[in-house]
């Protein structure tokens, strides 16, 4: 199985910050690297697919970027609806497999 | 817009089997180059993929959850369906169905049902 570590677990940051996410992969999966967003008591929301696209109607503020192993997930300007939990991942092979979230908290 | 729902009981007794079912609106449970997965999540944990089951009917399976898991489909109510036997309180989730494409990450999610397993 390809376990999918992020960093970091949780971070505290304010409204208008650029925060990155890191996303490390225990074996390579090209860029078969996908980013979700999920707020409490609501289900994943798809933000980024194929390490770098992103999907209809997410704002450019969201980026990311990586291939192989090593990926980021980057927020240029912390909104208040930016707070919320965030899942890497990969689809390269099953079984299907997530990091383990990263908290996105206010500062 | 595709929609997909979840349903089933929300409370399962220990050793039982957990029988969940997934209507998909908004679009063909059929057509080929999709994917439809079962996703749970423990409350205050993190996403777990259960199975997956593709449009030409074959089924992948996490392998810690392989030996109580099937995942089945009923085209002509366009539903997909879980089951999770021997369940514990390990099984406590919120679990969700979803679809994904080929080469493409899960885009469309239902709403989540929480199961509880307890006597």
């Known amino acids: 199985d390809i376990q999918m570590t992020q960093s970091p677990s949780s971070l505290s940051a304010s409204v208008g910050d650029r925060v990155t996410i890191t996303c490390r992969a225990s074996?390579?999966?090209?860029?078969?690297l996908a980013w979700f967003q999920q707020k409490p008591g609501k289900a994943p929301k798809s933000l980024i697919y194929?390490?770098?696209s992103l999907q209809s109607g997410v704002p450019s503020k969201f980026s990311a970027g990586g291939s192989g192993t090593d990926f980021t997930l980057t927020i240029s300007s912390l909104q208040p609806e930016d707070f919320a939990t965030y899942y890497c991942?990969?689809?390269?092979?099953?079984?299907?497999?997530f990091g383990g979230g990263t908290k996105v908290e206010i500062k | 817009q595709l929609q997909l729902q979840e349903s089933g009981p929300g409370l399962v007794k220990p050793s039982e089997t957990l029988s969940l079912t997934c209507t998909v609106s908004?679009?063909?449970?059929?057509?080929?180059?999709?994917?439809w997965d079962w996703i749970r999540q423990p409350p205050g944990k993190g996403l777990e993929w259960i199975g997956s089951?593709?449009?030409?009917?074959?089924?992948y399976y996490n392998p810690p959850l392989s030996s109580r898991v099937t995942i089945s489909v009923d085209t002509s109510k366009s539903q997909f369906s879980l089951e999770l036997s021997s369940v514990t309180a390990a099984d406590t989730a919120v679990y969700y169905c979803?679809?994904?494409?080929?080469?493409?990450?899960?885009?469309?999610w239902g709403q989540g049902t929480l199961v509880t397993v307890s006597s």
């Open positions: 074996q390579g999966i090209s860029n078969y």
């Open positions: 908004g679009g063909s449970i059929r057509s080929s180059g999709y994917y």
């Open positions: 194929a390490a770098s």
């Open positions: 979803a679809r994904r494409e080929s080469y493409r990450p899960t885009v469309y």
């Open positions: 089951m593709s449009y030409s009917g074959s089924t």
């Open positions: 991942q990969q689809y390269n092979s099953y079984p299907l497999t």
